[in-house]
């Protein structure tokens, strides 16, 4: 997604928690520059450090005096049976997984509302926050992200009309995902969590996504092809949710 924006003419910036970027990004960042000119820019950040993320967002802001949108994908996941969970565990992927992503769109919606820049938020969800996943045990991670749907139609609601001082004009939804490969997800197929042929038959295409497959959904939600779309949850599954 970062990848689409920049090729869309967007400088991105990335946050995340470990100190160093993957070496993907390393090699995603020079790519981006040496074909289209254009940035892709990290900083270390913990979401659930609310005065750290909102200093952060501020100073990327403040660079070109204005923040045109955001996607929110923080997320960790734990795969444990209801009645063995701690609340402390529970707590934990909450404290990422819902508080996060509402700290990192309120820190944006607040450097939108300095600037008076009219922009775009996507919450990333899952398909985990309308179903069950068949077969994966993880009723925290699957209620968080029903959450983050919620989060998204209210944040859409409060935002949404221009202001007499001309804040707000914030569209705000959420994207729901299906079952992608991810070094999260096949650590869950390595560890036993869950069976990739049966994550391939619960849905009508036969097969899991690729991250690649969402760069056109992010650039959709963050640009102008959007522009009356708010409040909404915009599902690419594969049809596992339309059985």
Not at 143 to 159: D, G, P
């Amino acid at each position: 997604m970062a990848e689409g924006l920049v090729e869309a003419g967007g400088k991105v910036h990335c946050l995340d928690r470990a100190p160093e970027p993957d070496p993907a990004f390393a090699e995603s960042a020079e790519r981006m520059k040496r074909n289209f000119g254009g940035e892709l820019v990290y900083h270390q950040v913990d979401v659930s450090n609310e005065d750290t993320l909102e200093q952060v967002v501020a100073d990327i802001a403040a660079e070109r005096q204005r923040i045109d949108g955001l996607i929110a994908a923080a997320a960790i996941q734990q795969v444990t049976p209801a009645l063995d969970y701690s609340a402390a565990d529970i707590s934990k992927m909450l404290l990422v997984n819902y508080t996060g992503v509402f700290l990192s769109a309120r820190a944006v919606a607040r450097q939108m509302n300095k600037y008076r820049i009219h922009g775009s938020i996507c919450l990333i969800a899952s398909m985990s926050g309308s179903i069950a996943n068949r077969g994966f045990i993880a009723p925290v991670y699957n209620s968080s992200k029903a959450a983050v749907v919620q989060l998204a139609k209210n944040l859409a609601m409060e935002w949404g009309r221009v202001n007499a001082d001309g804040s707000g004009g914030i569209r705000v939804n959420s994207l729901s995902p299906g079952h992608i490969v991810t070094p999260m997800v096949s650590e869950n197929f390595e560890k036993g969590e869950a069976d990739r042929a049966e994550w391939e038959d619960n849905n009508m295409l036969g097969r899991l996504s690729t991250p690649e497959e969402y760069k056109a959904a992010g650039l959709f939600l963050l640009s102008r092809a959007s522009s009356y779309m708010t409040g909404s949850n915009m599902i690419i599954d594969g049809g596992t949710t339309a059985w």
